[in-house]
């Protein structure tokens, strides 16, 4: 199965599963809603992988926009980075967890990309804190991943101040997905999120299958305290 592809790929790491979702303390508070859907059995199984230099998802569709010929290429002139820092957020559904009949409700896709951004800001402020405890010791080359160079208590604090969802295909019950979150792109203290729900992981492989299916694209904004 793609999942073990994933999880058995070099610079991946399993941070959460089934069991550290529904046990009481941990990683996430008693109240949560994820806790109440495992608890449930209206999510069945749910693993967090935690990627720090991941490809980069493709651009997503956009309409085409006119560029002044004198800017033109600018862009092309400054190097792009090829991968982000990224969480893999796994996902096995169950039945009774639809809005239209046999089709996924669009608020619970919004919630899996919404809780994505969670993890992967979590997991970028732990890292960072780990950065920053170890910064008086010499260490290799710098990692070229899209992140944010924020310090860890302002990854923490971050809050949502957008959010936005485009649905591509409707989700069926009973399906096994992956949302792929990453960073997008850091202005100062706003921290540019983006996310895509799949079908598979894109860095694996299944017979017969070009390409993981695309349910939804999603977009965040968050925004770090003042200093």
């Known amino acids: 199965m793609w999942l073990h592809q994933l999880e058995a790929a070099d610079g991946c790491a399993l941070v959460l599963d089934r069991h550290g979702l ?31 230099e991941y490809p980069l998802l493709p651009a997503a ?15 092309d002139a400054q190097p792009q980075p090829t991968c982000a820092a990224t969480v ?14 046999g089709v996924v409700h669009g608020g619970l896709s919004s919630a ?21 405890s170890s910064s008086s010791c010499s ?17 923490k604090s971050a809050m949502t101040a957008h959010l936005e969802v485009d649905f591509v295909r409707p989700l069926l019950p ?11 792109k850091v202005e100062g203290r706003k921290v540019w999120l983006r996310a895509e729900l799949l079908s ?16 939804a694209r999603g977009r965040a904004l968050f925004i770090t305290p003042r200093h």
Do not use: M
């Open 112 to 132: 899996l990309l919404d809780e994505s951004f969670g993890y992967l800001l979590y997991l970028l402020a732990s890292t960072a804190a780990e950065t920053e």
């Open 200 to 215: 598979r992981a894109p860095t694996t492989a299944v017979p017969g299958e070009a390409a993981p299916v695309v349910y």
């Open 22 to 52: 529904t046990a009481r303390g941990g990683l996430l508070p008693d109240d949560h809603l994820f806790k109440f859907l495992a608890r449930n059995h209206l999510i069945k199984d749910n693993r967090v992988i935690w990627a720090p």
């Open 174 to 184: 009973e399906s096994v997905v992956v949302c792929v979150a990453q960073v997008e």
């Open 139 to 155: 260490g290799g080359a710098a990692s070229t991943a899209l992140r944010p160079a924020l310090p860890s208590a302002a990854l």
């Open 88 to 101: 893999l957020n796994v996902y096995a559904l169950a039945t009774d967890v639809c809005g239209h009949k």
């Open 61 to 75: 569709p956009q309409r085409p926009i006119a560029v002044p010929a004198e800017l033109a290429g600018a862009a």
